[in-house]
């Protein structure tokens, strides 16, 4: 069995990327969804666990560009599924005025939401990896790593 946005493999699917972005327009919700800074390098904290709603936040700036159209239709669509339209409006109303079919905005915020996923299990595997040539190279270390 699988959890809704996950693959049989645990790894990130588009729906778990839009998932963790509305988790963390939910947490502050009036987050601006252009940054002024750029955002630092994704790095998991230890081996192998998942980043958070921040972090995957972050990710999508390196993945989809600071300032892309695509980035601000991911966030856009994040922070409206947050808030109930209530900060930043409604998709319909942002669709209408920036002339884009609701079904054009809805594929492109897909596709990026899947790019970041595949950015992420690139990440993961990464992490995976370093953990698994932890366990052999120092296996009392990776014990304690495994504790944390």
């Known amino acids: 069995m699988t959890v809704a946005g996950q693959d049989s493999a645990g790894r990130w699917t588009a729906e778990r990327v839009g998932e963790t972005l509305v988790e963390a327009f939910r947490a502050l919700p009036h987050m601006p969804v252009y940054a002024p800074r750029h955002a630092p390098q994704l790095e ?12 995957v936040l972050a990710l999508s700036e390196r993945v989809l560009g600071r300032s892309s159209l ?37 594929r492109r915020r897909v596709r990026a939401c899947a790019q970041i996923a595949a950015e992420m299990n690139r990440t993961g595997e990464g992490a995976l990896e370093a953990r698994e040539s932890l366990r052999v190279e120092a296996p009392a270390l990776a014990a304690r790593v495994e504790m944390l």
């Open 70 to 106: 695509e980035r601000r239709l991911v966030l856009i669509w994040a922070r409206s599924i947050a808030t109930g339209g209530d900060v930043g409006g409604s998709l319909r109303v942002w669709c209408r005025a920036h002339g884009m079919n609701r079904s054009t905005f809805d």
């Open 44 to 55: 998991p904290v230890l081996p192998g666990h998942d980043p958070g709603p921040l972090d």
